[in-house]
């Protein structure tokens, strides 16, 4: 797989070889689908709450009379047809956690990455191209990179000079390749990347030899 090369200008300048098993797979969109509903469902707490007949402290005497009243029956103040009473099948803490194999973690990455790449949305920075500490300076590489909608800024490992100045820019964000996520890659319409950041994710997400963690013992793509 070929990536283009561009420069602080947004030209190209060449091309890099990628590993097919990362960049130029077939996407299975299947499998990005329950990656991102997984990763979704995994980020929820789970807190909500609501009270039920037992929880709502009120009197426990029925309203009125069964019948003969000429209204309806109403019961006792904890109904939930009753205001400040309880909720009728309302949720309550659990969990919504979903397990999802590594493999199909990965495999969901690398589809993503490859319709990204066969879509000319993966752009790789060249040596020339610099990272700065300032917004102003980070907007300007932005626009001469040709980033008009949203965009992923990957690095080889955290670069806070690249954090610090792309944090207030909308639909941009910076991050290192170790945490890239199906659901990031699904939501921005472009990666700009470092080749070292290339290398990363081959060395992570490659069939020979990315069917383990990273360096620092986590796993990628989770939530």
């Not at 944090?167 to 990347?193: E, F, G, R």
């Amino acid at each position: 797989m070929k990536l283009p090369l561009i420069d602080g200008q947004g030209n190209a300048t060449g091309e890099i070889d990628a590993d097919d098993s990362v960049f130029g797979i077939e996407p299975n969109l299947a499998v990005v689908h329950q990656a991102v509903t997984a990763q979704r469902a995994n980020a929820r707490q789970g807190t909500h709450s609501t009270l039920d007949r037992s929880d709502v402290r009120q009197a426990a005497k029925k309203t009125g009379r069964q019948k003969g009243g000429g209204r309806a029956r109403l019961g006792t103040p904890s109904s939930p047809t009753r205001i400040g009473g309880a909720v009728a099948h309302g949720p309550h803490p659990r969990s919504y956690r979903k397990r999802l194999p590594k493999r199909m973690r990965r495999l969901a990455i690398r589809s993503l990455l490859s319709q990204r790449a066969a879509e000319g949305g993966v752009l790789v920075t060249g040596p020339d191209v610099e990272f700065d500490a300032k917004t102003s300076s980070m907007s300007s590489l932005c626009q001469a990179l040709g980033i008009e909608r949203s965009a992923l800024l990957v690095s080889d490992g955290v670069d806070d000079d690249l954090v610090r100045g792309t944090k207030n820019l909308p639909n941009v964000q910076a991050m290192p390749a170790q945490t890239l996520s199906s659901y990031l890659i699904l939501t921005h319409d472009q990666l700009i990347m470092t080749e070292a950041a290339v290398r990363r994710c081959e060395a992570l997400w490659a069939v020979d030899g990315g069917e383990r963690s990273d360096e620092n013992g986590q796993e990628d793509g989770d939530a």
